[in-house]
């Protein structure tokens, strides 16, 4: 079976979102940004991380569109471009923290 282009663009946008999403330090970058707008300095703090390893993790999150920034001053801040995201991750949680049941078995 063959997919049309706009799905085959589709799946490889998916793909990259879940691509940027797949480092620990990133979704826990997710978790807080979908709680609250925070600066670079406050985030990088609340993570206890160097600003330049961030500022890598943040640049990754907004080319795959997961986060948008705003400048007040001198300062950047940060948010979540996905809110819906949060409920992905406790959906994935859910899903992960269940007993395995074995598949049906086909005849």
Do not use: W
Not at 5 to 10: I, L, N, P, Q, T
Not at 16 to 22: E, K, P, Q, S
């Amino acid at each position: 079976m063959r997919l049309p282009m706009a799905d085959r663009e589709m799946i490889q946008a998916y793909a990259m979102r879940l691509l940027a999403m797949g480092n620990p330090k990133r979704l826990e970058i997710l978790a807080i940004l979908n709680e609250e707008e925070m600066s670079v300095c406050d985030l990088a703090e609340q993570l206890g991380m160097g600003q330049s390893s961030l500022s890598q993790h943040l640049a990754r999150l907004r080319q795959a569109d997961l986060v948008t920034t705003r400048r007040e001053g001198q300062l950047i801040f940060y948010r979540s471009a996905r809110p819906c995201l949060l409920e992905l991750l406790k959906n994935l949680s859910r899903q992960f923290s269940a007993p395995r049941t074995a598949p049906a078995v086909r005849r």
